[in-house]
């Protein structure tokens, strides 16, 4: 009997230290993103750092002081796990990234997205995967099959658009932020979709039937993925236009459209759907309907519980990939050959370079041939920062490479597993910390603030834009500001009013809008009048 309980003792001691570990960790986690966030603020103004460098800057300083701390034994908190990343840190990004998108310039530009999201993956896909295998195979890297080298071309093809975010201005750019981050959400879910298919992919056995079956795959996951994102959507504005009429709650509606969007990505995954596609549609449709059915109080709430949640989990991510790269078991396993090593990292940017380059000029040239005017299409400084933008490679091509290439085979890493893990974290801290330093001045250099006004005065004039600056006191900026003229009779008859938009408009206002809200719809509350909102007009 005393055996028994000094066996139940010591391992409730364990137990205890083991919690004890946890808990210091995530103190100390938790003080570096309050780090992060004052560092990240007071390198605002900054035309060279970003918050999201800030964060792997940090986290990678962390991993130092850890490894020093710990006589090389670990470097991180956390181990990094695809599990969490997927789950947790990725749906409130992608989520707030379609709530906050400028619809109108977004689905302008939808053929255009979707070239370089699809067509240009495959493309990127094709050139990494048949590169890396022609260059391995001369450096003897170790027993690598087909799979694994197409695999290496789905992984190095998935853009960080986390990081897209950081270091392009929506407000700016609106043409380029919309195109570049478009491109990088339907770039990682194909990108996805790609490393899934090839899992269960037999490259010794490939015809036309199978080829084919791959391409209806791929449609039916984007067109099933946004159909599921839409509906979402649409369930959460009927839901709150219907159930709350007379009496509204904040709480109950900010939970509802948080529970709502979320329950949305996990059910793409538990249908084995492109669950980035579908949060990302959701966010769309939830902007246009349910946020308006809301009260004012709960627009403010959601708008900002969104951008906050998408914040903190943007500065995680890059502490945690930065605190991650310094495994120091993955290291010790290519520390016998760092040539190599570096060789490997070098042609795998090269082969990003290379592989960009060679879907976003031609692709550039074949939409600017559908574009009418001028304006609408994308000139040569913008195809550079384009292409230029999509260059970062992130935690999606970590959370990738972990998941092929880290199980143990036999409770053992092999040696050329470990190689493309610590080849893949070379080219994740090499572009996001040289590429994405360089892009804020690449985008001011090649395209001046003169360039940044002429893009933004595409989009309408609201009302907000003349009421502001006169209620703020700011009557010389307003007459300075560029007022756009009514349009004369012969560019009214040259531009034909009968377009997708107009013909979308009117059934919007006629059958959507009446069933799901949106705006111009006000809910009643019943012992205050309805607050007039500025926020409608967008």
């Known amino acids: 009997m005393e055996l028994e309980m000094g066996e139940i003792l010591r391992k409730l001691g364990n137990l205890s230290t083991s919690d004890h570990t946890s808990v210091v960790s995530m103190n100390i986690f938790v003080a570096l993103l309050c780090a992060c966030i004052v560092i990240g603020h007071l390198l605002e103004e900054s035309r060279w750092m970003n918050e999201s460098i800030t964060a792997l800057v940090i986290g990678l300083c962390t991993g130092v002081v850890i490894l020093l701390t710990t006589s090389g034994k670990s470097s991180h908190l956390l181990v990094f796990s695809e599990d969490l990343f997927f789950i947790y840190l990725l749906p409130p990004i992608i989520f707030n990234a379609g709530f906050q998108v400028k619809k109108k310039q977004f689905f302008r530009n939808f053929i255009t997205i979707m070239m370089f999201g699809a067509i240009g993956t495959l493309i990127s896909f094709t050139i990494v995967s048949f590169g890396a295998m022609h260059f391995f195979k001369q450096w003897n890297l170790g027993s690598l099959t087909t799979s694994d080298y197409l695999a290496i071309g789905s992984i190095f093809s998935a853009t960080d658009s986390v990081c897209t975010l950081q270091v392009l201005n929506q407000d700016e750019t609106p043409l380029l932020y919309s195109l570049v981050f478009g491109e990088g959400v339907v770039n990682d879910a194909t990108s996805v979709v790609l490393f899934n298919a090839i899992q269960n992919f037999d490259p010794s056995h490939i015809d036309s039937t199978i080829l084919l079956n791959f391409v209806g795959n791929f449609f039916y996951l984007f067109l099933a993925s946004t159909l599921l994102g ?7 504005a009927y ?11 904040t709480d109950r509606e900010v939970a509802l459209m948080i529970l709502m969007a979320y329950l949305s990505y996990v059910l793409a995954e538990l249908f084995y759907l492109s669950s980035i596609l579908t949060v990302f549609f959701c966010g769309i449709v939830m902007s246009h309907y349910t946020w308006h059915n809301v009260t004012e109080s709960s627009r403010v709430t959601t708008k900002h519980t969104f951008a906050t949640m998408s914040f903190i989990a943007e500065i995680f991510i890059f502490v945690y990939v ?6 120091i078991e993955k290291w010790k396993l290519v520390s016998d050959s760092p040539g190599k090593s570096v060789a490997i990292s070098s042609t795998l940017l090269a082969l990003i370079l290379v592989g960009r380059a060679a879907f976003v000029f031609p692709l550039s040239f074949l939409s600017n041939l559908t574009k009418k005017t001028a304006s609408e299409k994308i000139d040569f400084k913008q195809q550079i920062t384009i292409w230029w933008a999509g260059l970062m490679r992130g935690a999606v091509s970590m959370a990738l490479a972990y998941n092929k290439f880290a199980t143990p085979s036999d409770g053992i890493i092999l040696r050329q597993n470990a190689m493309v893990i610590t080849s893949t974290i070379s080219v994740v801290l090499f572009s996001t910390i040289v590429f994405g330093l360089l892009t804020k001045p690449l985008v001011k250099l090649l395209l001046p603030s003169k360039h940044f006004s002429s893009m933004t005065s595409e989009e309408p004039t609201s009302p907000k834009s003349f009421i502001v600056p006169l209620l703020n006191g700011q009557a010389s900026e307003f007459e300075n500001q560029h007022v756009l003229r009514p349009p004369s009779l012969q560019t009214f008859l040259r531009t034909p009013t009968h377009t997708v938009h107009y013909y979308w408009r009117k059934f919007d206002d006629a059958v959507m809008r009446p069933m ?3 705006r111009g719809f006000a809910p009643f509350v019943p012992g205050s009048p309805t607050e007039p909102s500025l926020h409608q007009w967008h």
């Open 239 to 249: 839901i709150i236009k219907k159930l709350y009429f007379g009496r509204h709650s």
């Open 230 to 236: 839409v509906a979402s959507g649409l369930f959460s």
């Open 322 to 327: 930065g605190m991650d790269a310094l495994d």
């Open 516 to 518: 799901f809200g949106g």
